[in-house]
């Protein structure tokens, strides 16, 4: 046993150091290409595409996170009409910009968000205790609702609000409902309709009782392999090769990104990068974070089949005696692993 969890140790140990190239900081081909990214989506700004422009400006954003871009994504967002979404981005840039004591940033970030805040639309979605069945959650327009916000006012951006209802063995209730720029909206969620499950089994009728039988002796061993062993040991084989192919496949992923990224590099010179490098790097992305998720996993399934393989129960033999004795009987059981 302590041999298996000091090679889980060290598979963990191998699973961290391959995952760590995804986290390292942004490197200068990830900046010129964030830079690149800004600057198409300021262009885009300027000639008025501002869906287009919040676009790249959120590739930007996503590849390196800066305070002037929040500020130009919040101003893109208060264009398209998405007053909460600027809102709440202003006040990001504003405490970002205060934490890195950028005094002109912080305050501009704040004047904005004070600005928007009398526009805001707001929702509440009212969930009475009469609704509160096990295991109910709340959705808006596809995102959870954390229960800590229920019944409270919160900035939306305005147009359509879904909210979902969702529990086992209920059935899903849905609404949809328009909150307008600067309004205000709750929507109450009612009971939720239980769903009809099986009927419940008619108990079997009770046996007539019988005279009791002559005292008898009897002695009976069985000797057989445990199934519950055998059946561990088989799941342990199996979640072992399934951890084994998982970490192949992580060590595919990985140099995968490797070639993406210097692919990239070379699409994206002087940082100027054409439309293809964009793609290159987003691929280069998904690979490493695939890389990551497989070499994790595997790592964690073939320790886990380690264990589950070496703590596998094995055969046991059992014996049973049957004695009978004046005025009743004796049974006995013993076994051996």
Not at 47 to 68: D, F, H, M, T
Not at 143 to 148: F, L
Not at 292 to 306: E, K, M, Y
Request: net charge neutral; hydrophobic share 40%; proline share 7%.
């Amino acid at each position: 046993m302590r041999r298996c969890l000091e090679l889980i140790l060290v598979m963990v140990v191998v699973a961290v150091s391959f995952a760590q190239p995804a986290q390292a900081q942004v490197t200068p081909d990830q900046k010129a290409a964030a830079e690149a990214l800004f600057d198409k989506g300021i262009n885009l700004m300027r000639q008025g595409e501002y869906a287009q422009a919040c676009a790249y400006l959120e590739q930007s954003q996503s590849v390196e996170r800066g305070i002037g871009t929040m500020l130009w994504l919040a101003q893109c967002y208060s264009k398209l009409g998405r007053t909460a979404s600027a809102w709440a981005l202003y006040r990001e840039a504003a405490s970002a910009a205060q934490a890195e004591g950028q005094a002109e940033r912080a305050q501009q970030g704040a004047e904005a968000a004070a600005q928007l805040e009398p526009q805001l639309a707001k929702l509440a979605v009212l969930v009475p205790p009469a609704a509160q069945v096990s295991g109910l959650e709340i959705f808006r327009n596809g995102t959870p609702v954390a229960s800590a916000v229920w019944g409270v006012m919160i900035p939306v951006d305005p147009g359509p609000q879904k909210i979902e209802a969702r529990a086992p063995n209920y059935q899903v209730w849905a609404h949809t409902e328009s909150v307008a720029r600067n309004g205000q909206l709750s929507i109450t969620v009612p009971p939720l309709t239980g769903v009809a499950g099986p009927q419940p089994v008619a108990a079997a009728p009770t046996a007539p009782e019988t005279t009791a039988p002559a005292p008898v002796a009897a002695h009976a061993s069985t000797s057989e392999p445990s199934s519950s062993g055998s059946t561990q040991r088989t799941i342990a084989l199996v979640t072992g090769t399934v951890g084994v192919i998982g970490l192949g496949l992580g060590s595919y992923f990985g140099v995968r990104a490797a070639s993406k990224n210097s692919d990239a590099h070379d699409a994206c010179p002087d940082r100027e990068c054409s439309p293809g490098g964009f793609q290159l790097h987003e691929q280069a992305q998904d690979s490493a974070t695939l890389s990551n998720v497989f070499v994790i996993g595997g790592a964690a399934l073939l320790g886990t089949g380690i264990v589950l393989y070496f703590t596998a129960p094995k055969k046991e033999t059992t014996t049973v005696s049957l004695q009978g004795l004046p005025g009743g009987a004796q049974l006995s059981v013993a076994g051996r692993l």
